[in-house]
């Protein structure tokens, strides 16, 4: 009569629950003796960088038994919220900017570092600017792991000596330069900005160094917390500034249309072409992983610093990088952080390349090549250092309107306009 | 069977309050290690292998065992009772996910569209009124209806005239799998692909791009394909042509070869060319089947992202409503405006969902 076989129910539920408890610990106990601990870490670094990393977590975990589990995802914004709003937080976030940290701070997502870490120890890691950049509301959030440096000029060794040119030293002498160049039948300046959802964001960092340049960091901390709004004249005057270059179609290759529609990793390549497409072009630190793979960085091109300005203002250094913020506090991720925090941290890194370290006692000789050190020691020269302002925005500017600004500047919208738009889209707390 | 229950119903075990008691053990047991196994699944110490044991055994024996056990309690019933309650034993599950999974998030999208972006204050109308009067939303909005007029009307009428042409060909299979090919791609895919057809090269140096090789050879100036307004749009749309033609072909070419020969032979008896019989014999034999057609385009064109995401992100004008969703969910981390989106998003598609539904409770 009856269908179901019941004893085969009543051993099949206590079998799976006879073996489901018995095959793990409680998930709230403490750990058996022999497990390993494990540390997650989420970022934005992946491929070579992610192995780089890993390498360089490799002394730490033969040290203490730790295990660090980096995870990295080029969609880190998307990836992230994921994450914290499905209650799946890593147990250190990597942020590449400091944007998304502010708001998780105020959230109150982000642990207290000032409670975990060595405060003088801190001071003496690492120079105040970055200790600033790691602090909300008074509080340490987070800690810097990588730095890298914007304010830099590209430029073909070889043709650049061949044809006699020398390396300006302020904005006037970069603008004869051009001049010379284009007089030379020759086209000055490689720029692309095309980088599909992020189309803009090149624009953006020419805006902040001119801007560093022309009125100081003092109005530049006011124009990136919107205490003065992105429609002021110093604000204006740095969009014009990039425009004496950008919209002179002497001066950039295939012009504003060039601009608009060359990915920003394969903008530089003309200028290895006989003969050179272009002779100028600015671009942070990363950009020998986009060269041709016979370019040797050092030999077939070199750097130089994006010349001040306004010279009352110095030579500022305008840059970015990862911070590093704590989401769960147990032991072992303090040990992780702790670790973080001191140079040694970078070091396999800094050594296989792509990497400057913020921290005071990272060795120049770690750098594997010139190239690197020479950046090394303008980042450690710097009269300031400001970080890259669209990042620290609210993302609907920095990574929205700002964007689409810069694009609509060049495609020729009325600036002032544009400058509106961007500061409308403000939001409003 | 029954010989053998008169033996058992003498064993203790079987008695009448144990047979009851026993699935209700059993159900608690299974219970109790589901919300364990929630807690175990979390364990960031746990090892993985133990981690998918734990998975399988839940989700696959426990699953099973929660159907028979309650099967087994319903059983326990009165008759009449049973008959009543095992329905909604079997779907219930189903039921309950529905909801958890849909209606929840639903009205939890439309409460959250009306807070702020942090989802902590209460802002009315306000989100609304943003994706209404903001300049890159209006653009948005006119570029979806662009998307919905061009692509459904356009890959309808391509499907349904390559359909009708490719009926009397000899290599039909061959002529119908190459249209239906793209059809196999993934919408990224697709974008990666024509990334490669809209590429730009500033003027004189090679063009990789192969509309601006064949454009430039011709002796033109290379184009911006993606950023030129407004023809970027049209670029867009054009991949999407190419990837729904093939759908609406297939089911269209169907629809046409059920119509009788009676039907055509007749038409030309009375004198009608091939141009007549098309529009006054076929098409409204098979209007039926080109409004399914039409509305199954019509709700992948609203939902459309992929291809703006990969090829501009919305840039240069190519916004659409989804896009700008994700933008502002993702991006902006404005949770109110992203939920505002999603619920308009959801009211333009209903209409055409419904009347969907409706077409196919008939057809039936």
Redesign the interface.
Known sequence: ????P?P???S???V??T???A??P???QP?TAG????V?IFGAFVEEDARRFEASMRPFEEQTGIQVEYEGSGDF??LI?VRMEGG?PP?IIAFPQPG?MV?YAR?GRLVDLGEVLDSQQLSQGYRSFWLDLGTVDDTLVGVWYRASVKSLVWYPVPQFEEAGYEIPETWDELLALSDQIVADGGTPWCIGI?S?????WVGTDWIEDILLRTSGPEVYDQWVSNEIPFNDPRVKEAFEKMGEIWLNPDYV???T??I???PFGDAAN?MFEEPP?CYLHRQASFLPVFLPPEVEPGRDIDFFYLPPINPEHGRPVMGAGDVMSMVNDRPEVRQVMEYLTTAEAGRAWAEAGGFLSPHNDADLDWYPDDLTRAQAELLRDADTFRFDGSDMM???VG??TF??GI?DYL?GRDLDTVLL?IQRSW?QD | MQGASTAEESSLLDSQPARILRPILGLTAIFAAFGWSTGFMRDPNAPAWQLLLVALAIGVLGVWTLFFLANDLVSRFPRLWAERIRPYIFVGPGLLLLFAYLVFPTVQTLYLSFLDARSQRWVGWQNYQFAFTDRTMLIAFRNNLLWLVLVTGISVSLGLLIAVLVDRVRWEPLAKSLIFLPMAISFVGASVIWRFMYAFQPPGRPQIGLLNAIWTGLGGNPIGWLQTQPLNTFALIVIMIWLQTGFCMVILSAAVKSVPSELLEAARIDGANEIEIFFQVIIPYVSKTVMTVATTVVILVLKVFDIVYVMTSGQFGTEVIANRMYSEMFRFRHFGRGSALAVILLIAVLPVMIGNIRSWRRAQ
């Open positions: 009569m009856n269908p179901t019941r085969l129910s009543l099949l539920s206590l799976l629950a073996s489901l408890f095959c793990a409680q998930p709230q750990d497990a390993r601990q494990r997650t914004e998307t919220t799946d147990d998304l708001e959230e095309e599909s959802g992020a189309t803009g290759l295939g012009g249309v060039g608009l529609t060359t003309p497409g609210p993302g609907a990574t929205g964007w689409t694009v495609s738009e939001p």
